[in-house]
């Protein structure tokens, strides 16, 4: 980590207050020369499986050795614990509430440990409520620092990953559901384009249905069907994701995080 | 293009997902000294109107030999064209569907080409969808590591500019309409101020209506008018813009883009 | 401030417009080498309180001589001063509207001084409209470059605060009120931490109502209670704050700014 001063941050705290200012500053004022690059902080509140999505999108595009500080942490202050690890070629400082779910999937642990923050300040108003400020950000600055991430505490016995239900299949049909609605009102649905293309090599002949509506055939993109017209593709993280050309899907399908998608050949 | 690193982005991407920061991550990747600045990644969705305006309000402000990015493209992955050129002191990197309209008004282009990506690799999931991660973002930082942008591939016969309604003039009236709403609720229109000036060399006499209704007279700012009054003003990329002081003339006005907007002394 | 070429971005421009990334611009182009880092440009529009307390959250968290600069400004245009000032270890360009108000609570002046920006340009349109980019950005280039802030312009005769309620209290109660909603919908008081503690040292017996209805007892943290239950504690700012474990205390209690808030032991 020694040379890389990138890091990331993705958080729930929005845009409105100054909440993620104070998390910048924080890690800056630790290490001054830290280039610090936004994710998202819209990451809707709380929402652990968007942040994850979000993650895992993201930050295995940037150069190695990145640190990405993960701040998605509803039950901050509690006994929940604070992890840093390197998965594959980047360090992730994250609570252990299963954000990292996706990145863990993909880039196998070189190292997980539990972060043993200092001491917290008896009395001193929001140490309990603002670990971003208070515990994220001095920590990052110390890695970025150089700091070896394997001594901030011990390995933990087990850490969290969230519980994805995964699609089923029978003969004629692979049952999904919608995991993630995007900005776009695209549906992001937890089927791996893989799957898809096992069963069927000519994809061209599948067909969705979401909760009980047509979702269209598969397209290589949105412009490929008519304006407004459904389509189903390949999104740009390898899952199923159900569009409409220029419009929402979300709102044409009448479909939210958990609704059924089916696809079957015909 | 040697020296600066500097790059802005200009998207409709959202702030929720995590699309642009594999943008930011894609080009550090390739360039990591690269300096990213946000223009705006909450363009409302494939309105290439709205990024054009954003982009001709802001790209003009930033040093010599910036590399302004634009994914504004509603038609990814289709057969339109991804074009580089040089317009003025600043290089653009943008998908062929207008979103340059308002730079080339400014600054006649010195050099334009087309930009033949590296074929996509076949089955790869995503690459025909995302070509801010998969195209522009590679793209750009090769033009930052000092890549000759003439040599990305052929001058286009054409390029695409958006179709603006021109206002019109009689004796006594200009007539345009409405082009944008931003995010203060003003009102900005067709109507060049260096027309209203030179028709008029006393603003002071011009009244305004939208949409049939009254939309106030010229001031100089708006807390030179009361609060909750209208007002008509040039804004500040030379528009003539109607806006209401401490509110909202979108609303006040019930106008939204499209609107007819007319000037006339009295 | 030779040496610290860091600067904070406070804005009410929202993020659909050019209006962020011109006033980037305009100070990158003065100093090339500017390390901008954005605090919030989602402050609501012409919203002087929400500003002042975000830049109160962000801005002391930040390195020593960072500048910050603050343009909620919607008497733009008008003799309003703009003011430069340094309070504690760090450079404030603001207009002089109360937004510096939570900052010289804690910090008083050690100098300040009135912004004279060169004489505008008669008829250039905008001039008036835009100050973040025509008076702002150029003045923190100027600062990030080493200009003595003591230069700029006079010492004010006075400088505005915003006149915030203070709470009262009596034998049995601490009356307040909220005066911020923030992005997870919870209510900030204009209660201090300090004075309830000084009150009751047991902040367990306290109980809190908030326009009439219970919202609950005092926890260190919002996981300490039920979801969906309300809970009182003390904010990362030092202040009383109404809270709902993975709710929206807004809305739960339906409660806005101005709303009363009353705290006593029982």
């Given at each position: ?36 690059i ?17 993650l895992?999108?993201?930050?295995p ?18 006994d ?9 070629r980047?360090?992730y400082?994250?609570?252990d ?15 997980l ?18 670990h ?25 016995a ?89 419009g ?19």
């Open positions: 980590m020694a040379r890389s001063q990138l890091v990331t941050l993705l958080t729930d705290f929005g845009s409105r207050d100054g909440y993620v200012g104070a998390v910048k500053g924080a890690i800056l004022s630790v290490c001054p020369r830290a280039q610090i936004d994710i998202s902080h819209d990451v809707p509140a709380h929402d652990i499986l968007a942040g994850a999505l979000g895992s999108a993201a930050a595009c940037f150069p190695p050795d990145t640190l990405h500080v993960v701040i998605i942490d509803p039950t901050v202050g509690t929940r614990k604070i992890l840093v690890g390197r998965f594959g980047h360090v400082l994250f609570p509430n299963g954000v990292i779910t996706f990145i863990v999937d993909r880039f196998p642990a070189e190292s440990n539990v972060v043993l923050p200092p001491a917290p300040v008896v009395g001193r108003p929001g140490s309990m409520t603002f971003g400020r208070d515990v994220f950000a001095p920590i990052a600055g110390r890695i970025l620092l150089g700091q070896d991430i394997r001594k901030f505490g011990p390995q933990p087990s850490y969290t990953l969230l519980d994805i239900p995964a699609p089923t299949q029978d003969e004629t049909r692979i049952t999904g559901q919608v995991i993630h609605v995007d900005r776009f009102g695209n549906l992001v649905t937890n089927i791996p384009a893989a799957a898809v293309m096992q069963k069927w090599p000519n994809v061209e002949a599948v067909r969705a249905t979401c909760a009980g509506r047509d979702a269209g055939r598969f397209a290589a993109t949105y412009a490929f069907v008519a304006e407004a017209a459904p389509l189903v593709l390949f999104d740009s993280s390898g899952r199923v994701e159900l569009a409409v050309n220029r929402r899907a979300c709102d044409s399908l009448a479909a939210d995080v958990g609704a059924p998608v089916i696809l079957r050949a015909g």
